[in-house]
């Protein structure tokens, strides 16, 4: 029989009660399954906490072969990095529940742990094919008095294909309207039973490709958009980019060579002649060059088999092996740097060289110091290849007990081995040396220091850099990073004895995991010799866990009046961790139905997250965040402001013509291995409606209240808030002006942002879920019966709230999009979170045809900076609209043997908002809207 997982058709968003109902004339059968949050099984298959179910048959009908990009369609999630995430990305896909960042959402496959991605700890959900699942199971709420660690957020629960008989091919394909970013999916499924049925066995493989979209392509990415104003002064977008130009921008205010002043310095052209430089007419338009969409190429494999040796034991077993390749691309490596250049330069023009005299040779040595903007076009567009190979091995023993009890104890091992490839950037010691060229002999050009086969750089004027010279500057660089972890975990489960209610259920067990892993850097990236990539240096730990759990499930009443059911539920789990020592994490809660129709849940939740190898351990590393220096004569620095711009090194005769440099400044990043565990409270609350008047409708509404304190962060939230908060104290000694520097220009050089426990996060909100079936007698399209279903899920936000650090302002999220709040991991990136988004479908079920249509609900925003206190009127794009996505699916099972799949995807071709400064990318957040518009799939099924 057929599992229909009570979705609403599209999306298969589950009833929050985590029912699960049989599709056909007996809608009312319950098929018994565990649920995800608890390890004690209820015949009833009621869950305290709201659980959220998809389906293999609603990501067939998505078209979606990636699992990320279904899950982040759900209200309940906030877009971590996905396909689209090029800068920031780093070649994996993450989920991220409630925006509490993806290393506090803990994965599970089999509900187990699988092996993360990253030293972050998290799981790159590009390594569980979709064809492969069979359900995925979402808890939104602290969940580590069952499961342990991570699940501040949640848990999400891959359930794969396990039992299969026979052959099954399925392969996909989709592309855009604009006849690219195709992507191709072929999977092959063959299993069977053994040993009399005994036994069974499952093997899986999969390919999948994805192709790359240029930002270049797609008109609202093709040129970088930056906050401006008009001549009146009003807050427009325009064209802007990178003072890292392609022929080189020497900073002002500048002595021209007769006697002018420019305030923005000079660039120059082919021949090597400056002339002031225009703003924003030659900034350098990076946009187009950078991947919308990065390619990607997976292979897996995956076997599973089951043997039942005894009546009360069977073994059991699981392998995967997956190889990923995500390269990401970038614009051409920009230098932006301090650098020499020898007046006798033989490059240099008679105007160039009177500049640098003028300007940058103060004591007459004949060597300029000179802060430069070049963009290193020569040496083509910075390219990083991320290739993955994960393997993981499970085996274990299962079976049930006398008196209704059951055990489960496994031991898994998995590794990931992760090879960065970085190509076509430059080393600054290279860039050096080359630059100190002299005049020899016969009219050449060579290096005052030829060693290392020193090639002579030219950089004043785009193109002039030679092939001879870009080669010799041109370096490479090879990271490798592994990952290991290893858990051992026994559990069993029962009723202890009865009660007149029904049965106290139990579940005990232990749990020892340890997690290592490894980066190391290349040499290139350890010393920080590179210009083009973020610099590195090695990261390696380990820590290890040991812990003892349990779990009560107590019926109090039954079948009485107005109390159909009463039950209580607790869990406590201790751990034992080599890093911060002891822990204790628990739950409380109940249900009460006082009739068949209506039942009511709560449950209190305290879960922790133990700080990961990442940010314990990891050596110093870069950063390049946006930021706003008070500085700048934009800013109109006066009074105090200005008193401490003097302090840290600009002459107060730069005040009012000082502009900073980049809209992005370096922060260093680094380990604190005396970080504390995270703490977290939750709490939800809510009721589940299911009238018997009224067949096949369900209807829940959650309320969900969830604080994180003491979170991992960095400090002062992040390198931009560093800043502001520096000339906020207006004390050049407080800890946020002495955690960074200036350089000889003036422009901020270096912060450091290391790991502390001084940030927290709240959000509350509700969850509403409807799901109705209506059969329609008479109606028939095909042979078969017919009916309507619809879906509905939604989150309203009440709060979101992010503080960077104690006695801080605390910034309201909910609403807004844009720095200052928080992105994915808590960093500031600013990912978009809508007050209300929802999804609604409906689905025509007419014998072996099944059709669709999908509403995707992504409520206004307003850039967050409105929140902090920046006028309304000086933001470009103080609100953003409201934005309507609309899907078509359809699925045809021609014979028992095939069936085909199609669809659209945003069939109304909607084009993303443009958002200026509150960008994460592409002048838009690529993971929260659609970015490739109209999209078409195709796909078959076929058994054998």
Same mark, same amino acid.
């Given at each position: 029989?057929?599992?229909?997982?009570?979705?609403?058709?599209?999306?298969?968003?589950?009833?929050?009660?985590? %029912?699960?109902?049989?599709?056909?004339?007996?809608?009312?059968?319950?098929? !018994?399954?565990?649920?995800?949050?608890?390890?004690?099984?209820?015949?009833?298959?009621?869950?305290?906490?709201?659980?959220?179910?998809?389906?293999?048959?609603?990501? /067939? +009908?998505?078209?979606?072969?990636?699992?990320?990009?279904?899950?982040?369609?759900?209200?309940?999630?906030?877009?971590?990095?996905?396909?689209?995430?090029?800068?920031?990305?780093?070649?994996?896909?993450?989920? *991220?529940?409630?925006?509490?960042?993806?290393?506090?959402?803990?994965?599970?496959?089999?509900?187990?742990?699988?092996?993360?991605?990253?030293?972050?700890?998290?799981?790159?959900?590009?390594?569980?094919?979709?064809?492969?699942?069979?359900?995925?199971?979402?808890?939104?709420?602290?969940?580590?008095?069952?499961?342990? %660690?991570?699940?501040?957020?949640?848990v999400?629960?891959?359930?794969?294909?396990?039992d299969?008989?026979?052959?099954?091919?399925?392969?996909q394909?989709?592309i855009?309207?604009?006849? *690219?970013?195709? *992507?191709?999916d072929?999977?092959a499924?063959?299993?069977?039973?053994?040993?009399?049925?005994?036994?069974?066995?499952? @093997?899986?493989?999969?390919?999948?490709?994805?192709?790359?979209?240029?930002?270049?392509?797609?008109?609202?990415?093709?040129?970088? &958009?930056q906050?401006?104003?008009?001549?009146?002064?009003?807050?427009?977008?325009?064209?802007?980019?990178?003072?890292?130009?392609?022929?080189t921008?020497l900073?002002?205010?500048?002595?021209?060579?007769?006697?002018?002043t420019?305030?923005?310095?000079?660039?120059?052209?082919?021949?090597?002649?400056?002339?002031?430089?225009?703003?924003?007419?030659?900034?350098?338009?990076?946009?187009?060059?950078? $991947?919308?969409q990065?390619?990607? !190429?997976?292979?897996?494999?995956?076997?599973?088999?089951? $043997?039942?040796? =005894?009546?009360?034991?069977?073994l059991? #077993?699981?392998?995967?092996?997956?190889?990923n390749q995500?390269?990401?691309?970038?614009?051409?490596?920009?230098?932006?740097?301090?650098?020499?250049?020898?007046?006798?330069?033989?490059?240099?023009?008679?105007?160039?060289?009177?500049?640098?005299?003028?300007?940058?040779?103060e004591?007459?040595?004949?060597?300029?110091?000179?802060?430069?903007?070049?963009? +290193?076009?020569?040496?083509?567009?910075?390219?990083?290849?991320d !290739?993955?190979?994960?393997?993981?091995?499970?085996?274990?023993?299962?079976g049930? &007990?006398p008196?209704?009890?059951?055990?489960?104890?496994?031991?898994?091992?998995?590794?990931?081995?992760?090879?960065?490839?970085?190509?076509?950037?430059?080393?600054?010691?290279r860039?050096?040396? =080359?630059?100190?060229?002299?005049?020899?002999?016969?009219?050449? #050009?060579?290096c005052?220091?030829?060693?290392?086969g020193?090639?002579?750089?030219?950089?004043?004027?785009?193109?002039?850099?030679?092939?001879?010279?870009?080669?010799?500057?041109?370096?490479g660089?090879?990271?490798?990073?592994?990952?290991?972890?290893?858990?051992?975990?026994?559990?069993?489960?029962?009723?202890?004895?009865?009660?007149?209610?029904?049965?106290?259920?139990?579940?005990?067990?232990?749990?020892?995991?340890?997690?290592?892993?490894?980066?190391?850097?290349?040499?290139? &990236?350890?010393?920080?010799?590179?210009?083009?990539?973020?610099?590195? !240096?090695?990261?390696?730990?380990?820590?290890?866990?040991?812990?003892?759990?349990?779990?009560?499930? @107590?019926?109090?009443?039954?079948?009485?009046?107005?109390?159909?059911?009463?039950?209580?539920?607790?869990?406590?789990?201790?751990?034992? $961790?080599?890093?911060?020592g002891?822990?204790?994490?628990?739950? =409380?809660?109940?249900?009460?139905?006082?009739?068949?129709?209506?039942?009511?849940?709560?449950?209190?939740?305290?879960?922790?997250?133990?700080?990961?190898?990442?940010?314990?351990?990891?050596?110093?590393?870069?950063?390049?965040?946006?930021?706003?220096?008070?500085?700048?004569?934009?800013?109109?620095?006066?009074?105090? @402001?200005?008193?401490?711009?003097?302090?840290?090194?600009?002459?107060?005769?730069?005040?009012?013509?000082?502009?900073?440099?980049?809209?992005?400044?370096?922060?260093?990043?680094?380990?604190?291995?005396? +970080?504390?565990?995270?703490?977290?409270?939750?709490?939800?609350?809510?009721?589940?409606?299911?009238p018997?008047?009224?067949?096949?409708?369900?209807?829940?509404v959650?309320?969900?209240?969830?604080?994180?304190?003491?979170?991992?962060?960095?400090?002062?939230?992040?390198?931009?808030?560093?800043?502001?908060?520096?000339?906020?104290?207006?004390?050049?000694?407080?800890?946020?002006?002495?955690?960074?520097t200036?350089?000889?220009?003036?422009?901020?050089?270096?912060?450091?942002?290391?790991?502390?426990?001084?940030?927290?996060?709240?959000?509350?909100? +509700?969850?509403?879920?409807?799901?109705?079936?209506?059969?329609?007698?008479?109606?028939?399209l095909?042979?078969?019966?017919?009916?309507?279903?619809?879906?509905? &899920?939604?989150?309203?936000?009440?709060?979101?709230?992010f503080?960077?650090?104690?006695?801080?302002?605390?910034i309201?999220?909910?609403?807004?999009?844009?720095?200052?709040?928080?992105?994915?991991?808590?960093?500031?990136?600013?990912?978009?979170?809508?007050?209300?988004?929802?999804?609604?479908?409906?689905?025509?079920?007419?014998?072996?045809?099944?059709?669709?249509?999908?509403?995707?609900?992504?409520?206004?925003?307003?850039?967050?900076?409105?929140?902090?206190?920046?006028?309304?009127?000086?933001?470009?794009?103080?609100?953003?609209?409201?934005?309507?996505?609309?899907?078509?699916?359809?699925?045809?099972?021609?014979?028992?043997?095939?069936?085909? @799949?199609?669809?659209?995807?945003?069939?109304?071709?909607?084009?993303?908002?443009?958002?200026?400064?509150?960008?994460?990318?592409?002048?838009?957040?690529?993971?929260?809207?659609?970015?490739?518009?109209? /999209?078409?799939? #195709?796909?078959?099924?076929?058994?054998?």
């Amino acid at each position: 029989m057929r599992t229909w997982l009570m979705a609403g058709a599209a999306m298969g968003f589950g009833l929050a009660a985590g %029912s699960v109902q049989a599709q056909g004339t007996d809608s009312a059968q319950l098929e !018994e399954i565990v649920v995800t949050g608890s390890r004690i099984s209820r015949p009833e298959l009621t869950s305290s906490s709201p659980v959220a179910v998809v389906s293999n048959e609603d990501i /067939r +009908l998505s078209g979606n072969v990636n699992v990320e990009q279904i899950l982040n369609e759900m209200p309940q999630v906030v877009p971590g990095l996905t396909s689209t995430s090029n800068n920031p990305g780093n070649g994996t896909a993450s989920v *991220d529940l409630r925006g509490l960042g993806p290393q506090r959402t803990l994965v599970l496959v089999n509900g187990r742990r699988f092996v993360p991605s990253s030293q972050g700890g998290v799981v790159d959900i590009n390594n569980i094919p979709a064809s492969l699942v069979q359900r995925v199971e979402v808890v939104t709420g602290g969940a580590s008095a069952v499961y342990g %660690s991570d699940a501040v957020a949640g848990v999400v629960n891959f359930i794969l294909r396990d039992d299969f008989e026979g052959a099954e091919v399925n392969a996909q394909y989709g592309i855009t309207q604009e006849g *690219d970013g195709e *992507d191709y999916d072929v999977s092959a499924t063959l299993g069977g039973n053994f040993a009399e049925g005994r036994g069974n066995a499952v @093997v899986f493989a999969n390919y999948y490709k994805r192709k790359a979209v240029f930002q270049g392509e797609r008109e609202f990415s093709a040129f970088a &958009l930056q906050d401006d104003e008009d001549a009146s002064g009003r807050a427009i977008l325009s064209r802007g980019g990178s003072s890292s130009v392609l022929g080189t921008r020497l900073f002002g205010p500048l002595t021209l060579p007769n006697g002018a002043t420019s305030s923005t310095g000079v660039g120059f052209d082919t021949a090597g002649n400056p002339s002031p430089f225009r703003i924003p007419t030659d900034l350098y338009n990076f946009a187009p060059v950078n $991947y919308l969409q990065v390619p990607q !190429e997976r292979w897996a494999l995956t076997g599973m088999a089951r $043997y039942e040796i =005894a009546e009360a034991a069977e073994l059991y #077993v699981e392998a995967n092996f997956i190889n990923n390749q995500v390269p990401q691309q970038l614009a051409p490596s920009p230098l932006a740097e301090d650098i020499q250049v020898n007046l006798d330069n033989p490059f240099l023009s008679a105007a160039t060289r009177q500049i640098l005299a003028t300007n940058f040779d103060e004591d007459g040595d004949g060597i300029a110091d000179i802060t430069v903007g070049r963009r +290193l076009a020569e040496l083509g567009p910075r390219i990083s290849n991320d !290739e993955y190979n994960a393997y993981r091995v499970l085996s274990g023993v299962r079976g049930d &007990l006398p008196f209704g009890w059951n055990y489960d104890a496994y031991y898994s091992y998995g590794r990931v081995k992760r090879e960065n490839r970085l190509e076509n950037d430059a080393a600054l010691s290279r860039i050096q040396q =080359a630059l100190f060229a002299v005049a020899g002999p016969g009219g050449t #050009v060579t290096c005052q220091d030829p060693s290392g086969g020193c090639v002579p750089l030219n950089i004043f004027g785009a193109g002039n850099i030679s092939q001879e010279a870009a080669d010799f500057i041109r370096v490479g660089a090879t990271n490798s990073t592994t990952i290991e972890e290893q858990v051992a975990a026994a559990s069993i489960s029962g009723d202890l004895f009865e009660l007149p209610a029904g049965g106290l259920g139990v579940a005990l067990g232990a749990e020892w995991r340890k997690e290592k892993s490894a980066f190391t850097p290349d040499e290139f &990236l350890a010393s920080g010799d590179v210009v083009g990539f973020n610099a590195g !240096e090695p990261t390696a730990g380990s820590f290890t866990v040991k812990e003892l759990f349990g779990e009560v499930l @107590v019926p109090i009443l039954s079948d009485l009046p107005f109390v159909k059911d009463l039950s209580f539920e607790g869990g406590l789990r201790y751990s034992d $961790y080599s890093t911060v020592g002891s822990v204790w994490t628990y739950k =409380a809660g109940g249900e009460w139905s006082p009739t068949d129709d209506i039942r009511i849940r709560g449950l209190y939740q305290r879960a922790v997250r133990a700080p990961n190898v990442l940010e314990l351990f990891s050596g110093p590393s870069q950063d390049f965040p946006a930021y706003t220096d008070p500085c700048d004569a934009g800013q109109g620095p006066a009074g105090a @402001v200005a008193d401490l711009c003097v302090a840290q090194g600009i002459p107060r005769t730069q005040l009012g013509i000082f502009e900073q440099a980049n809209s992005q400044v370096e922060a260093r990043l680094s380990g604190n291995p005396d +970080l504390n565990e995270e703490k977290s409270d939750t709490y939800t609350i809510g009721a589940v409606l299911t009238p018997t008047f009224i067949d096949d409708l369900s209807i829940t509404v959650d309320y969900f209240n969830i604080k994180v304190k003491d979170a991992v962060g960095q400090f002062g939230g992040g390198a931009g808030n560093i800043v502001s908060l520096c000339f906020q104290s207006l004390d050049i000694n407080s800890p946020f002006c002495q955690a960074f520097t200036r350089d000889q220009s003036g422009n901020i050089d270096i912060v450091d942002t290391p790991n502390a426990n001084n940030a927290s996060l709240k959000t509350q909100g +509700l969850d509403i879920q409807a799901n109705y079936a209506l059969p329609l007698d008479g109606f028939t399209l095909l042979e078969g019966d017919t009916a309507l279903r619809f879906g509905f &899920l939604g989150t309203y936000l009440f709060d979101y709230k992010f503080q960077s650090g104690p006695g801080l302002d605390e910034i309201q999220c909910a609403g807004f999009t844009g720095s200052p709040c928080p992105g994915p991991g808590g960093a500031v990136t600013g990912t978009g979170t809508p007050e209300w988004k929802h999804v609604l479908s409906t689905t025509l079920e007419t014998g072996p045809l099944s059709m669709r249509v999908q509403w995707r609900f992504i409520g206004s925003m307003k850039d967050a900076r409105i929140s902090t206190g920046t006028p309304r009127e000086d933001v470009p794009v103080p609100k953003v609209g409201a934005v309507n996505y609309f899907d078509l699916g359809f699925q045809f099972m021609a014979s028992e043997n095939l069936t085909f @799949v199609g669809g659209v995807d945003n069939l109304l071709d909607r084009s993303p908002p443009t958002l200026g400064d509150a960008q994460v990318q592409a002048n838009t957040d690529p993971s929260l809207y659609d970015v490739l518009g109209r /999209r078409f799939f #195709v796909g078959v099924t076929a058994k054998f």
